[in-house]
């Protein structure tokens, strides 16, 4: 084992002179235990047009160009058949940095364990949530497109904590249950209170999926001088499919209340122009979303494929007061060049009306342009 922790730099090396291939390669064996190597590009070329409408006036932002939208790299090491660590670094570009924009930060770093077989695998560190990284494998696209709940920030996709998850009844049933910070790993740090997070996922038929979260804490907005925002969040979601196609459609519904003073804003109104909706709750106010999605994909001949999403969202603000509309329309089609490496034409837009509550007030985004995904 020593000999292979001195030829590990030198092995990572090799590793990425090879071809890509999907899945990762392995660069260290010793008996049972293993290291793998895994990376993952986003190079998506869009046009962009944002407009946001106020009784003001209309203001219009055009942009083009190429982004790294998000690049990973990960390192596995299997102990054993029963248990293994992960860390994944995660870049992306922050325009809020003083200094250069492109920001590397910890996704991942977690140790999993089976504690009773597949019945019941332990994880502990900052590790996935139960249910984006999920839907986004079911889904199969997030180069092109995030799941809802995680493109409208109903959740975060990893967080720190522990979990138990686990496969019952011949496959029939899975479950994955966490208790987090809340607080998700871009703000990484201990909380006031612990949130639940659990999936609990039904499969009847071959090719049918029935599955169902629960989401109940503070997000990291609870501390010892505020009670901050308290957080419902439950989703449902059927697909079905094989490996050549398959249409899927969600229901959420998610409240945010202010149990205190604060000044937290939530982030839910949908992803347009050039960031989110902020409303922030004052004590005693709240936001009530209501969304369903609907999406599909399927595979053609000569390695082309089609894609799609249609999403509709409604928030209610100051206890139902006042409302604001999201909808949006994307799709594409696809090209895979060689294994691990496929394009996408991308067209998406979004609209967003009475935002805050103002009925002058809306946003539009319309982006058309060449997506790409490169997976070792």
Known sequence: MRN??????????????????????????????????????????????AD????????????????????YFTAKYFFNEDWMMRITLDAGNDQSLAGKKQNVFLKAAYVEGKLLG??????VGQSHTPWIDYEQGLWKHRYASQVMTDRYKFDDSFDLGLGLKGTLADGMIKYFITETNGSGY???????????????????????????????????????????????LMQAMVSYG???????????????????????????????????????????????????????????????????????????????????????????IEYTEIKGVRFALVADSNKLTNRGGVTANSRKDIRFGLYSEVKL
């Open 242 to 332: 094989t490996s050549d196609f398959r249409i899927g459609g969600n229901y959420i519904a998610n409240k945010d209340k202010a149990n205190g003073a604060t000044t937290v804003s939530i982030h839910h109104g949908g992803a347009v122009s050039s960031g989110y909706n902020f409303n922030t709750l004052v004590a005693g106010d709240q936001v009530k979303s209501n969304a369903y999605g609907l999406w599909a994909w399927a595979k053609l001949p000569a390695n082309f494929g089609v894609f799609g999403r249609f999403e509709n969202m409604n928030n209610k603000l100051n206890g139902g007061v006042t409302k604001e509309k999201m909808t949006r329309f994307m799709g594409g």
């Open 52 to 71: 946001t409408i106020t009784a003001a006036g209309t203001t219009t932002t055009k942009t083009a160009g190429l982004a790294v939208d998000r690049a």
């Open 118 to 123: 597949d019945a019941a695998v332990l994880r």
């Open 4 to 49: 292979t922790i001195k030829t590990v730099a030198a092995a990572a090396m090799l590793a990425f002179a090879t071809p890509a291939m999907a899945g990762g390669v392995t660069v260290a064996e010793d008996g049972d235990s293993k290291l793998k190597l895994e990376a993952l590009l986003y190079l998506n070329s869009y046009s962009q047009k």
């Open 186 to 232: 871009a703000n990484a740090r201990r909380t006031a209170r612990i949130d639940l997070n659990a999936r609990i996922g039904i499969y009847p038929v071959e090719g049918l999926t029935l599955d169902f979260q629960f989401r109940d804490g503070n997000r990291g907005t609870r501390t010892s001088v505020t009670k901050g925002i308290k957080t419902t």
